[in-house]
């Protein structure tokens, strides 16, 4: 048995303005639950006064522990130092700039006694026919270079068991893309959803558009190979396309006796073919890069200050 019920980690990125009420707030919450419970805070290098908050709040709390980065090491580093301290059965992950109401943990841990070992908790969007089909659109793009299975349940907000904590640490990959590796894993996720308030919504509307691109290239490059067998069916297009042009003159100049076409045709299969040859390069260096990277076994992130220094 381990020695704490529930552990939850808190990611912080420039959370000091609202990090004390937030605490307050979780806290009150998991006092409910009436189980022993953990708070680990991680501090991805925040440029604001976050560290200085997180130390403010742990001297007047036995169950908080930080963790401060050197630097911003993005969500991964940071789920990374969570999982890796967390010592309770329970671990439940989650933003702690009001995205993710605390309130929510209850449900979740209700889900957990009735014997599920993932829960994951989504926002209820709004009925808006605009967005379903914008979303419709990525995902079909998306699916087509990502397996079905792995493309889904996206939220940062979960609750996950000791057996499911453990998996995902065997995992040793430099690379890593958390949500794709929690449907990898294997275990079934129990869904639930809250609704999302006008804060929640101003906060989301702050985090930068291009990330969902980013997390997007990052399903793509760390989960499978799609990409690599698109382009050799790319290769096999343009073979087939040339060769069939190349007979069309061919019969051209024999038969009817037409000048092959001269510099503006030439040119523009170069370019064509150019382009294309760039782009295969391109993504073959992206995964290039990801070996390189892999192969130099970095770790995912480096404490500057901790609470667990202290003990």
């Known amino acids: 048995m381990f020695s704490l019920k529930i552990s939850v980690v808190v ?9 004390e009420r937030f605490h307050v707030n979780l806290s009150n919450t998991l006092k409910l639950l009436k189980d022993d419970y953990e708070i680990i805070y991680i501090n991805d290098g925040s440029e604001d006064d976050t560290l200085l908050a997180l130390q403010v709040v742990a001297n007047h709390s036995n169950h908080l522990k930080y963790i401060s980065f050197t630097r911003h090491f993005g969500r991964e580093g940071a789920l990374c130092a969570g999982l890796e301290h967390s010592k ?13 109401p605390p309130n929510v943990i209850l449900e979740m841990m209700d889900e957990y006694q009735k014997g599920n070992n993932h ?13 379903k089909a914008k979303k419709g ?9 990502v397996d079905p299975d792995i493309l889904q349940n996206e939220s940062d907000f979960r609750l996950l068991s000791r057996k499911v904590v453990n998996a995902i640490l065997s995992m040793p990959e430099s690379n890593r893309y958390s949500k794709g590796m929690f449907n990898w894993i294997g275990f079934k996720i129990k869904e639930i959803e809250y609704e999302i308030t006008s804060r929640i919504i101003n906060k989301e509307s702050e985090v930068k558009k291009l990330d969902s691109m980013k997390r997007s290239i990052e399903y793509i ?5 799609r990409p690599l067998r698109l382009l050799t069916k790319i290769g096999l297009l343009l073979i087939g396309i040339s060769l069939v042009i190349f007979i069309m003159m061919s019969f051209k100049v024999l038969l009817v006796g037409i ?10 299969f170069i370019m064509l073919f150019g ?3 760039l782009l295969m390069i391109g993504v073959l260096g992206e995964y ?3 070996t390189y990277y892999e192969a130099k076994r970095r770790p995912q992130y480096i404490v500057e200050s901790s609470s667990y220094d202290e003990e």
Do not use: W
């Open 88 to 100: 309770g059965e329970v671990v439940v992950l989650m933003d702690g700039s009001f995205i993710h």
């Open 137 to 145: 659109i990525v995902e079909k793009f998306i699916r087509k270079f």
């Open 221 to 225: 490059l760390c989960f499978n190979t």
């Open 119 to 131: 829960v994951l908790a989504s926002k209820k969007l709004e009925n808006s026919v605009l967005k």
């Open 11 to 19: 990611y912080c990125y420039n959370s000091g303005e609202n990090l």
């Open 275 to 277: 382009g294309v040859q």
């Open 288 to 290: 290039l890069g990801k």
């Open 259 to 268: 000048r092959i076409p001269g510099l503006y045709t030439i040119s523009n």
